[in-house]
């Protein structure tokens, strides 16, 4: 099984790829209304019958789903197999309200397998490899998902899970681990840890794949430099399987949406309207193959763009962006969809420390955004020339990213209070609701 990759699937044709889709969905989509009552419900209550469904065209007649529904269902009330054909249950981290409790089939876990096992060929796997997984093992999707992309590759796994930084390093160099799976904030950890210990030439790392957590371009660049590797990005949830609903490719400009298995849309998150190709939305998505836990039009919550642009690399299926943001973080000022993590990615790229306040106000009718960035003491001086000019920067930047204008303030060092916890990032002064 040395080539996992799959050029008759991956490279298929948009009409390929359509008739797969139309086909798996009319299938799905019976299935659940004949299986699962609170899909039958939540059909019923928008008027909707599986003949309505006859083609990817139709997808839009569907009712969304949220994480409250998968709340409110817990923990079988979205089971659509008998418990008998279950073998696998993987769980969120449940940090706010219920944990969400995902289902597997066997089959289910062999194309969740597939997947991860192409987001590793993608990286430039083959059974030749040694794939170091040091994701989180048990509940959490990271650790099972890509092991098991890493079994069906062939490569030699390595079960390392989180933790015991120590033994990571000791077995990297002594087993000559070749791909590194794990968080990006742990790989740059473990960076740092190799380099201090002066061990860089004693690994064989060549490539690294990372998600399960927010990470900007500079950060890849910092990771890619200092093991010599090249990294890649991973997305996927729990809710929809796990790590390998996309990945990467050695462009490394969007992540392929496996469309053999899931159809991808973006919606307009206020009004839940189905927005046009290239346009900025919510992700949502749509799984037409799984057998135990099958959810239609999930609202994943995560703010991205898709692109059906041709990618030099030959794959056809569609490629999403990282994520920007969470729906739920989104501000509408002047009109424009802003997220604060844009506004932390400006910042960060441009060397200042993440420590800022978003200020957002209503001045006769118009709406102001001021972000107050706090500077480290290397940056901080008495010139004011000085400073006006690094603000000046920042606002010409923060445009070019948001495409309005923010008014910017330096601050001093430490004058933006710290909070345990989460930090409060936006203060938004115009009491719209
Ligand atoms: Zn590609």
Not at 150 to 164: A, E, I, R, Y
Not at 301 to 309: A, G, K, Y
Not at 324 to 345: A, L, Y
Request: charged letters at 25%; hydrophobic letters at 35%; glycine letters at 8%.
């Amino acid at each position: 099984m040395e080539n996992y990759y799959q050029p008759e699937i991956e490279c298929a044709s948009r009409e390929q790829i359509q008739a797969w889709q139309d086909e798996r969905l009319v299938k799905q989509v019976k299935h659940v209304y004949e299986h699962v009552p609170y899909y039958r419900k939540k059909m019923e209550e928008k008027g909707v019958v599986p003949e309505d469904i006859r083609s990817t065209a139709d997808l839009h007649k569907l009712p969304f789903l949220t994480k409250d529904d998968l709340r409110q269902a817990y923990p079988y009330g979205l089971l659509a197999t008998p418990l008998e054909d279950v073998v696998r249950i993987q769980s969120t981290s449940g940090t706010t309200g219920r944990r969400v409790v995902a289902f597997y089939t066997q089959h289910d876990i062999d194309l969740w397998d597939e997947c991860c096992a192409r987001a590793i060929m993608a990286a430039g796997g083959t059974k030749k490899d040694v794939v170091h997984v040091c994701y989180g093992y048990g509940l959490f999707t990271g650790g099972p998902g890509l092991n098991g992309g890493s079994h069906k590759v062939g490569s030699m796994t390595l079960p390392m899970s989180s933790g015991n930084t120590e033994r990571q390093i000791q077995f990297m160099c002594d087993l000559g681990s070749t791909i590194l799976c794990c968080t990006p904030s742990y790989a740059a950890y473990l960076a740092e840890s190799i380099n201090e210990r002066g061990l860089r030439d004693k690994i064989k790392l060549k490539a690294g794949i990372f998600g399960a957590e927010a990470w900007t371009e500079e950060m890849r660049r910092d990771i890619e430099k200092s093991l010599g590797i090249k990294a890649y990005d991973i997305y996927g949830l729990t809710e929809i399987s796990g790590p390998g609903v996309s990945f990467e490719c050695s462009e490394q400009r969007g992540m392929h949406i496996n469309e053999d298995h899931f159809i991808a849309e973006i919606i307009d998150p206020v009004t839940g309207e189905v927005l046009p190709e290239g346009e900025k939305g919510e992700l949502v998505f749509t799984s037409i193959t799984k057998e135990a836990f099958p959810l239609l039009r999930y609202r994943t919550r995560d703010i991205c763009v898709l692109s059906r642009e041709k990618c030099s690399c030959g794959r056809t299926h569609v490629r999403m962006s990282k994520p920007m943001g969470r729906s739920d973080d989104m501000m509408i000022i002047k009109g424009v969809n802003v997220f604060p993590s844009q506004i932390e990615t400006v910042l960060l790229n441009k060397g200042y420390p993440a420590n800022y306040q978003i200020i957002v106000n209503r001045v006769n009718n118009s709406d102001t955004l001021e972000v107050q960035v706090e500077m480290t003491p290397e940056m901080f001086s008495d010139s004011v020339t000085k400073i006006a000019a690094q603000e000046r920067e920042l606002v010409d930047a923060l445009k070019a990213m948001l495409g309005i204008y923010a008014r910017v303030r330096l601050v001093e060092p430490k004058t933006i209070a710290r909070s345990e916890g989460k930090a409060v990032r936006v203060i938004d002064k115009r009491n719209l609701y």
